[in-house]
Structure formats: C-alpha cells, structure tokens
C-alpha cells in the first residue's frame, strides 16, 4: 500500500535543520546564555554622514552645505556632537532604551573604491584581498561556537538566493527567500516526498527540510501578509527582516544568520532626509523595529550587528550625490547591548583631517568592533578571533565594553 | 538506464518525440560540427543601439533631472526581458541545444552583470564575443570578452585610466584593478595560476584605454582611447611587452591563452560543468593536452569532452541550473508558459538575469541548487507553472514522449497517479529525470 508522509511528518520542525537543539549553552557569569547573531551587511556603501550626523563639527554643515541634512530638524538628538536622521525613530527609540550601541569613523582595512574588492573584504573579514578562498568570517564564527565534540557544527541561516559570502564556508548554512508563488500544498509536497525517497535521497533531504522552513512561514498567514510597516513608497526591508526575526526566535532556529540590503550606492541625488537615501535609511529603520519585534523573546541574548563596506565621500558631489569613501557607521542592537551611546574617535572634517582630502578618516577598524562583540557575545576565544574568525589580527586588539 | 546525454548531460531536454534512439552522443557530435554564430533580423540591439540606448538614458535622465520631470528612456530591464525571452525561443525551436548550452556555459566563464548600463549590451557580447568564438579559438572569445562594453563597464574598465596618461595627469585619476585581475584570475589563467599582485597590477595597466567613449564618431563600438593607456612597457609573467597603445593587450591575451594554466583552469571548468563534480581526475589533464597541442581549439576541446567515456558512463549527477531548468521545461512543454513570466520565474528560482552573485559567476558545484529553500522553490514554482497550462496537456504523455523507457518506474507511477493535470505537470517537472542532468 502507498504510504503517503503526512503534514506532520513533512513539518517535522526546524530542529534537524540547524542541528543546535542538543548544543550546550554557552556560560557566562550571569549564568547559561543562548546567544543569538544577525548581521545586516548594507551594500553599496552607507554615507554614515548622513545617516549619524555629526552635527556638532563646525566643518560639517560647511561640507554639506546645500544639503537637506542642512535643514531644522532633519535629525533626531543623541548626544553633544551627533544627531541621528530623523527616518530613523525606531533606532532612535533603541538608543534611548540603551539597546542602540552606534560606532563612527568606522572602516575594514579596505582604502581602494570597488565594491566587489571592498564587500570581499567585509564578508571575507581578511586583512587584504586574497584571492581564491571565498569564504567568510560569519561562517568561521560557526565553526567556533561551543559545542559537544560529536555535534555537527550548527548551522546558519541567509535570507537569500544564494549563500553570501560572509557565510560562506565549512559550516553548513540554510538559505530562505521570501516567495512570490503561493506555497505548494502538502499532498504535493508528500508525493514529490515520496517519488525521491525512492529516486534521489538528496533531494528528498532538501525538499523536507526546505517544507518544514516554509512551513514555518506558513503557520501564521499573518507574519508573511503584508506587513504594516511596509509604507508607501519605500523599499520593503520589513518582509526579509520578519522572516529572518521568526525563525530565528524559535527554540530550534538558527543561533546566527545574515541578511543583506541593497541601495546605499547613491551617487545621483543622493536625497538624504526626503529622496532616495531618506527612503533607505526609513526602510532600513522600519526592518530594525521589525526585527526587534520579532526577535523579542529572545532580545535580552540577542545582537543585531548593521554594517557596509564603506562610506561616502564628505563633499557632495556634481550630481548631489556622493561616491565611494571610507570611514562610516557601524550599529549594534539588542538587550544585551551596552548602547545609548555614540563610540567615536572623531577624527573631524576639516580639509587636514580628512583621508586623502575626501573622506572620513577611519579611527576605529571595524574587525576590531566584531572581535569584540564576539568574545563578549558569543564567548569566542580572543586568541581565535585574531587568527581564524579575522585572520592575522592577532595584533588589533578586540573593542571591549560593548555587550554585557 | 539513463536518458540520452543530448538530452542531459549535452543538452536541454527535447520537445516530445524529438529524442534519440540510442546514448545520444552521436547527435551531440553533430551539433558540435555546425556554425555557431545566429542570423542577424532577431531585432535586439547590436552594439551600436545597446550603446546608443546607455547613452540616450544618460542625457535623458540628466535633462529630466533639470526640468523637474520623470525621465523617459529605455529601460534596461525592458531590453533584459526582451533578451531572456529571446534565449527561451531560440531554446524552444532550436535543434542545436548543445550549443545554447555552450552558450550559457561560456556566458558564465566570462559573467557580466547588472551594474550600470551592462544590460544594453549584455546580449550583444552573446551573440558577438561568445558564440562566434564558442566553437573556434579560446583567444580570440578571451579577447573579444575582454574588450566587450558589457565587460567593461561590469568590471570598471571604462573608468580606469592610466596615471601618467594625457587624462590621468589631467584629472588626476587612476588605475581600477579589477578587469586585470578577472581576466588571470577568472577568464584564463585561475587563481591557482601563478600570477602575483604585480602581474595584476601590470595588466591593470596594459587594459587602461579600452572604454566606451561617452560621445563623439568612435563612439559606436569597442574603442582604444590611447590618452587614457598607461604609458610604457609592461611586464606580465615575467614577459614582456613593449611600448604599443592596444597592441599590448591584444599580444597579453594570445600568450595568456596559450598559457598552460590557462588551458588547465579552462578545461576543469569545462569538466566540471558537463561532468560534474565526480568526473575522473584523468579527463581535465586530457583535455588541457588538447587545449594547448590545438592552441585552444574549443571545438577539439570540447569534442574530446563528449567523446571521453566517462560522458556516457557517468549518471546525471547535476541539478539543472534554474536558466537550464526553465528552458528544458519549456522545450518539454513546446513553448514558454505565459505566467509566471520569466524574469519572475528565474529571480523566484535564485538565478535572475544578469544577477550572479560575483565576477566568479553561478556557483558549479553539483548541489550548488540543492539547497532546501531552493529546491522547495523549484516545487512552488512547478506548481505555479502548471496552473497556468493548456487544459489538454497531458503530462503522462509528455512524460513518455520525451522519456519513453527512460522513464523510471517511480516517476511513471507517481504521475499515473496524480490527483489532477496540473499536480500531475508538478511532479514531472520536478522529477528527477527533469531536475537532474
């Protein structure tokens, strides 16, 4: 007789997906934590300058003259020197709440102008472009998580097509794109099931795994309608940060994932209160409220880190834009953030002060924040970090007093 | 009993009664004796218009911008579309699917994508840089790939300038590396390939002055603007190469061609591709020993690929890419299903038009598509695909038409007893016999 699998059986449960549910708990003093890591990589390049504004260097409004960011009231106060784009009350409301941990001047050690070299080095976190070896830091981080010695290493999770390469790697990692087909019903699914079980176990393991993410999604029509937060207008960054925030709160989801947004690259009109740049920035806010959201339950042991490959020049130029720089912003999010607080070796904007006469000089190496947020987060050893996570780092000494 | 390899491994599936009686290879040799280049009248723009079309959104957009209104042009994703349907006729009527293969195979060697302006052009470096080639000397592909304005523009070519050129000194601008290290990292020699940053340096060089003027009489086409070249000699590999404007490059990609790295990384890549990851380790040296005795004669190369046993004894091992996929099912079904339509069909699939992740490509492991959300998309979209089809289509025809005795037991009876037409069109769509190749 014809066994077909039932829906129970297909939406087995996300635990063999991520392979953690058995993993040990990460110690600490304030006693077992189970963290959790997101990283938002923004490509194109995020003019920090006009996303945290430094509004109290005397040089700045000379350098953006002319610019919206000029304007009464385009900023939200943080602190004496900056003030935050005010599309971005939901972060701003993170900052107040001492989640919000924000870093400027921030770069790789990346000083050339091409994104694919610079989002290489970002995702690869190595220290100059080594070619060949396509892997990435978020996917060694997998590797070094604690974990029982005959345990598969967990896996991560990617909202998108493909595995980027920030989590490229050994490790295994689960991709999830949002769908814009109505989801297969479950007697296919069990049929198809089947006919693989008897021809093709591989795609018989991909399909029930990739049954029980969906199903995930599936269980409440709710979360993947449209949210509210998608405003008129504006890029949807909600759907993706929904999804990945809902998987990645259940007991058995994913302990770390990536997920990446486009548009930054804003050399025309660049706009940065009410054109494209605002648009971003608003879009971007509207998916970080989500996350937090989403992720509530387990905010408290939970780190979303935003991050880009560089910043933008500080002059506006030809086209009210700007181009490719250097020194940007870098967040950290959660519960157990220290935020309410700008880190920021202000290097000033003055002519002299700037990296070749352009951009923001970098003061802060960004492997330097992301070393420390995982020795203090995720308990990862000083020693690994420096060798394997951000390969020859040994000698830049991870940033302290972030998480915890 | 697999299926025959002018469907699978060579090739795209068949329309329903089009298969061969024997392995297939026969048919595949066949294909690889015929010319590759397409008539002209397909009515997509050549290089002229593609770069008349990137100019004209440029001024429009500029002038739009000054009067305060919506910019009207063009769209590049209105000539994308055109183009990826134009690939899915040409797949669905043509009896030489071997070589829309090579096609997306070579395409893929020599990735271009979405940036700036490359979508213009992007057909034209098919039908002009790589067809014509795909079947002849791999230098002359390398060259025409190298210096095609979808290529430079997609790697940044046509704003590197030399430093001491007329134009560096003037506007004080400089080298971009990145074609110079595609082109011996991934076009010819492979990472593996003993070049140093140097050599990449050096190439950087020799490339400045192949751009896409922004106006003027030589603006039609590929150009060489020696006031950007970099003066100089250059020295790549230890050879050097003297003092000569566009001469440099042209001599730079025959002795890279010829190069033994070069026909290694090449082949692998071939192997890999058709073979999967489990060919015998023997078949990629024997085929770089043909590579470097024809001086890269791809049509050798390649027929000793087809004829290698191991194209006939190994079982389909690859899932097919989503491009693949969506062309085999719509020469299975005998033309494109109106919805969902195709650039949704590919983006939903993780393969959209001109969007690979990097220069490197679409990724060529054997179960690079076999993710669990990828392969749960594939079943998604099959059902999408088949709610949309002509009522009297039956898949179990189909299925025997196109299969016959290679068709498994299981499949056979899982499509006997589908529910309806439409599961019944899912379940052979995602069939083993059509996912894999």
Redesign the interface.
Known sequence: M?HLIGRRDVLAGLGS?FAWSYAPRISSAAGARDPRLLVVVLRGGLDGLSAVVPLGDPAYTARRAGSEMAQAGATLPLDDMFGLNRNMPALAEMYRAREALILHAVATPYRER?H??AQ?LLESGFPNLM??E?TGWLNRTLQQLPRGERLPPPRGLAIS?????IMSGAAPV????R???????D???A??L???E???P??A??????????GVMQADPEAMATPAARLAGLPDFTTDAAAAARIMARPDGPRIAAISYGGWDTHN?QGPVQGQLGRGLAALDAALGALRSGLLPVWRDTVVAVVTEFGRTVRVNGSRGTDHGVGTVALLMGGAVRGGRVLADWPGLAEHQLHQGRDLMPTTDLRAVMKGMLAEHLGLEPRLLGRDTFPDSEALRPMQGLVG | MTAPVSLTRFGLLAPPGASPRGDGRDDVLAQLRQPTTLPPGHGLPDLVEGLRLHRARAVEVAAA?REQRRPDFVHQQEISAAEADFRVTLAVNTRLPLHERLSLHWGNHFTIGTPLSTSYVAGDMDRTAIRPHMLGRFADMLRACTTHPAMLTYL?NDRSVGPNSPVGRRQRRGL???LG?ELL?LHSLG??GGYTQEDVVETAKILTGWTIPERGPDGAGIVFLADRHEPGARTVLGRRYPEGGEEQLLALVEDLARHPATARHVTRRLVRHFLGDGAPPDVAPALARVFQATEGDLRAVTEALVAHPASLSLPPAK?RPPMELVLSVARMMGGRPAR?TLM?SL??L???WLGA????GW?EED?AW????????R???A??LAGGRDPRFDAREVAEAVFGRWL?A??RR?LA???NGG?AL??LV???EV??R
């Open positions: 014809r997906l091409s694919f070299d290489a070619r060949g396509r097509p493909m595995v980027p390469l689960e991709t999830w794109q769908q814009s087909f109505r989801y297969a019903d007697d296919t699914v049929r198809l089947d006919l693989y008897a021809r093709d591989v795609l393991e991909a399909l029930r795994r990739g049954a029980a993410l969906d009109d | 911008r940044g971009n590396e990145n290290r990292e990472v593996d899932l969902p949704n983006r939903a993780g393969q959209p992740p990097s220069p490197a990724p179960q076999a993710s669990p959300d990828a392969v749960k998309s079943l998604d979209w059902l999408q498994s299981e499949t899982t007893r589908a529910a599961q899912a379940l995602m069939s083993p996912q894999r």
